[in-house]
T-cell receptor, first 108, second 114 residues
Framework: GENVEQHPSTLSVQEGDSAVIKCTYS??????FPWYKQELGKGPQLIID?????GEKKDQRIAVTLNKTAKHFSLHITETQPEDSAVYFC???????FGKGTTLSVSS | GAGVSQSPSNKVTEKGKDVELRCDPI?????LYWYRQSLGQGLEFLIY????????KSGLPSDRFSAERTGGSVSTLTIQRTQQEDSAVYLC????????????FGSGTRLTVV
């Protein structure tokens, strides 16, 4: 089955800096890679996803890159803001398997 | 509905009692998933349903856990003889098409076993 590793587990940045979260996966058959943001007391919310036929996707300050050969994908957040503070999860697999999450703290 | 609805939002139960957690997926979503999130932990896959196909129960941690989905819509996760280690947030998600579409999660049910 699929196994997803996510790093780092915690990330602290200053407002305006960039943040990068990385994930690796094991199942080469996986073809869909979403990222979720979870705020305290809420369910995870999809923020961006990428499919295996593309290498990069951007949505305003958020971008995701995928390297299928190396089986890793990354979330990039530029110009971070305090409201970006949350737990971020990557996922992969047919029935999505999630990484253990990254707690991002953006200080002003 | 507009989103995935879960009830109750909070449940406190005594050890050994049975509990039922409910999930109302987005109308028209054929795939439904249950996950468990322990304090400060990631999302642990429990079970998924896709249309009328047999559910994938491979993530259920023990035979005390079961789930059903009636009429291809509402799902109920049942935990029998609850244990303290069952305390967690149970999240339900649904998607339009299994495996190639993003999930929409509910806000979860926080279960506390005392």
């Amino acid at each position: 089955g699929e196994n997803v590793e996510q790093h780092p587990s915690t990330l602290s940045v200053q407002e305006g800096d960039s943040a990068v979260i990385k994930c690796t996966y094991s199942d080469s058959a996986s073809n869909y890679f979403p990222w979720y943001k979870q705020e305290l007391g809420k369910g995870p919310q999809l923020i961006i996803d990428i499919r295996s036929n593309v290498g990069e996707k951007k949505d305003q300050r958020i971008a995701v890159t995928l390297n299928k050969t190396a089986k890793h994908f990354s979330l990039h957040i530029t110009e971070t803001q305090p409201e970006d503070s949350a737990v971020y999860f990557c996922a992969a697999g047919t029935a999505l398997i999630f990484g253990k999450g990254t707690t991002l703290s953006v200080s002003s | 509905g507009a989103g995935v609805s879960q009830s109750p939002s909070n449940k406190v139960t005594e050890k050994g009692k049975d509990v039922e957690l409910r999930c109302d997926p987005i109308s028209g979503h054929t795939a439904l998933y249950w996950y468990r999130q322990s304090l400060g932990q990631g999302l642990e896959f429990l079970i998924y349903f896709q249309g009328n196909s047999a559910p994938d129960k491979s993530g259920l941690p023990s035979d005390r856990f079961s789930a059903e989905r009636t009429g291809g819509s509402v799902s109920t996760l049942t935990i029998q003889r609850t244990q303290q280690e069952d305390s967690a947030v149970y999240l339900c998600a649904s998607s339009l098409i299994y495996s190639i579409d993003g999930y929409t999660f509910g806000s979860g049910t926080r279960l506390t076993v005392v």
